[in-house]
């Protein structure tokens, strides 16, 4: 997992742009929202250690990370 060894600083600056990013999607395609995904390790579905943040636009009842409870 790499997650853990970023820095505070880089990842200040990394969620800074994740609202950014945000913002902008809600903006731009007028959506309802935005789903932020971060994939930290094997069991999470990475095949080599990075790091990856999505940043999804949502719309009500898209199916998408259809999660049940």
Same mark, same amino acid.
């Given at each position: ?7 505070? *600083?880089? $990842?200040? /600056?990394? !969620? ?6 945000? *913002?902008? $999607?809600? /903006?731009? !395609? ?40």
């Amino acid at each position: 997992m790499i997650l853990p060894h970023i820095p505070d *600083k880089v $990842l200040e /600056k990394l !969620f800074y742009t994740v609202r950014l990013m945000s *913002k902008t $999607l809600l /903006k731009t !395609f007028q959506v309802g929202g935005t789903s932020v995904l971060i994939a930290n390790g094997l069991a999470a579905g990475q095949k080599a250690p990075h790091v990856l943040i999505h940043v999804i636009p949502r719309r009500n009842n898209d199916g998408l990370l259809n999660i049940p409870n």
